[in-house]
DNA sequence: GCTGTATGGTTAATTAAATAACAGCGTGGC
DNA sequence: GCCACGCTGTTATTTAATTAACCATACAGC
C-alpha cells in the first residue's frame, strides 16, 4: 500500500504544475455544464499537445479508458483529491503587510481549497485589524492556532531577515509545506516542502524577452533601412 | 550584428529563470565587499551544480577566462546588461486592489530597475489615492502614460474578467511585456511577451507535496505497527 | 452486424536540459 | 624555472521531459 502511494508520489515537476492548470480549467466546463471532453479539446485550451496531457494522466494511472472520453465529474475530484483538496486545507498567513493584506483578501483561496484560518504579524498596529472577517493575530499565539486548526500549510509574507526565524517557529509547530514570498532560500528539514515564489525573477525574466524583442525590431529597422 | 543578438536570446527557459537569481547573489556579494567568485562558491550557496552555471554562462560567452574566477564588480553589470536593465525599466501597474497596491509598496521594484511610473484603476474611490508617492490614475490615462513614460513593461493586476481587455489596450499602447496576475491567459500579437503568475498552481503544487509527505509518514507509521 | 472514426492507455522516439569530463590558462610556492 | 593546483570555457555524456506512434476499445451510422 505505501509502495502505491509512493508511486503516485513519483512524478516530475512540470506534471505536477500542469495538473492545477487542468483543474481549473476543468471547473470551468463543469460552472458552464459540459459533461465530457476528449484529451485533445482539453489540451488545445491549454496550448500543450494532447499526448503530454495523456502522459500526465498516465502518471496515476488514467482517468477513463479506451475509446470514451474523459467524463468532467469524475475528472475533477479526481484532481482534487490527486492534488490534496478533497477536504479544504486549512491555511495561515504569516506577515499581515501589504503583500499578506492581498493575499488574505484574495477569495480565491478559499474557493480552491485553502480556506485562511489565521493570519498572523509582530506589528501592532496591524493585530487586531480584521481581514476577511478575522483578525490579525499576534505572533505569539502562531504556534496554538496552528496546532488547533491543524493546520499544515503557511504563506510566508514577512520580510527576507525574518523568514528563516519564522520558518523554524513554522515546522516547530507542525506546518509541512511553506509558501515563501520572501525573497530568501528557507533551510528546512527532510519531510518539509517549500515553494519559493520570487517576483524578482518573474519580472527579470520578462525583462531580459522584451529586451531581446525590442533588439530584435531593431535589427530588422536596421535591415530595412539597408535595403 | 543582429545575428549575434539573436543569439544571446536564444537562450532556454530554464536559464533565464536562472538569471536573477545569479544578480540577487552577486548583489549580496558586492554588499559586502567580495570581489572575486569562483563558479563553484557561487554555484554551492545557490544549490545547483558548478557545472550548470558555467554552462548558463556559456550562452552568453562567458564573464571570464580559464584560470581566473569571475570579478564581481564586472559581473554585476554585465548580468543586469544582459537581463536589460542597465538603464531602469519603468513599469506600469493596472489595478489598484490589494495585490496592486501591495506589489505598488513592494520597493524592491524600484531597488531592482523597474521604477513604477504609473498605477491606475478604474474604481473612483481608488483613484487619486498617493502609493509609494504618486496618485492611482484614472484607466482614461492609460495611454497618455504609457507613450509619456516610455513604458515597456506592464504588471496587470485586475480582474480576470478584464483581462483581456486591458491587456489589448497595454499592447495597443506600446508595452511589450505584460506580468500578468489575473488567472486567465491572455491573447496577444507576436512580439509581446506575457508572463503568468498564478498563485494557484503555486500553492497547489505545495500541497500536492505536503499530501506526498503526509502519505509517507502515514506508510511509515504504519510499517513500524507492523513490526 | 459491420465499418469508419474517434477515444484513452501505453510504449517508443525525439528533443531538451542537467551533469560530467576535459583542455587550456593563470597563479603561487618552491 | 617549474610544478601543482584551481579556475573557466567548451564539449561530451547522461538524464529528464516532451512529442509522436501505436494499440485496443467504444460508439454512430448504415
Redesign the pocket.
Known sequence: MAKKNRKTCDV????IH?LPLYLEKLKMLQAIGVE???????AESLD?????L?????YF??????????QVTKLVPALEKIIGISVPQPTAIIGAGHLGQALANYQNLDLQGFPVKGIFDTNPKLIGLEMRGQPVQDMDDLEAVIQREGIKIAILTVPATQAQVVADRLVAAGVIGIFNFAPTDLKVPEGVAVRNERLAVGIMSLSFKVKCILQAQEGEDAQAEEL
Request: no cysteine; proline share 9%; aromatic share 10%.
Open positions: 516530475p515537476d512540470a506534471t500542469r465530457d471532453v476528449s484529451s485533445r479539446q482539453l500543450i499537445k494532447a499526448s503530454q495523456r502522459h500526465d494522466f498516465h494511472g488514467g482517468f477513463s479508458r479506451p475509446g470514451r472520453p474523459y
